[in-house]
């Protein structure tokens, strides 16, 4: 599998899990999935917040490289965020924006070449910091970033008593 396979692989199932959260999510009343558990995000909410916002921060600095992938013209349009947790609305809100974020995340990974992949970009974190980084690397980060917050969502649904089902990738791993 080449290095690009496994980036629309990795965004397949980042929209398949996001979407399997957001439905076991639904299924909660609004306060519970709004209440503070002691996350690092606090809430339920606040976890899928995060990784939206995320995701966002990282696809608006990937919009920045020399092939200006057309996918990420939504992104672009965007509003920059300042932080990891600010509020995006309400839950049905923030479950619009993720599924529409997850479109451009498949369609972008769609458009990337294996050339795309040896760039070294360079942007600044939130605070301003400037960095300079294999982009190949920060497309692995971008997807394992995900991966792990999604663990917290699951452990917090888990926790309300909502079984999400099966998470693992290899739910999607094509048979050989």
Not at 8 to 24: C, F, I, V
Not at 39 to 62: E, K, M, V
Not at 64 to 73: C, M, N, V
Request: hydrophobic share 45%; aromatic share 10%.
């Amino acid at each position: 599998m080449s290095m690009c396979e496994h980036i629309r692989l990795m965004a397949q199932y980042n929209e398949w899990m996001n979407t399997r959260l957001y439905d076991a999510a639904m299924s909660l009343p609004a306060d519970e999935v709004l209440a503070d558990k002691g996350a690092f995000f606090g809430s339920l909410y606040g976890t899928l917040n995060h990784i939206l916002l995320g995701d966002t921060i990282w696809l608006q600095r990937f919009a920045t490289h020399p092939a200006a992938h057309s996918s990420l013209d939504p992104v672009r349009a965007m509003p920059r965020p300042f932080t990891y947790d600010e509020r995006q609305g309400d839950f049905l809100a923030l479950r619009e924006r993720r599924a529409a974020l997850d479109r451009v995340i498949v369609a972008w990974a769609g458009e990337l070449t294996e050339a795309d992949l040896g760039h070294v970009l360079k942007y600044n974190n939130i605070k301003g910091t400037p960095f300079s980084r294999s982009f190949s690397a920060l497309v692995m980060h971008f997807f394992n970033h995900q991966t792990h917050h999604r663990g917290q969502a699951t452990t917090l649904l888990s926790q309300a008593g909502v079984d999400p089902g099966s998470t693992d990738l290899l739910m999607l791993i094509p048979e050989a």
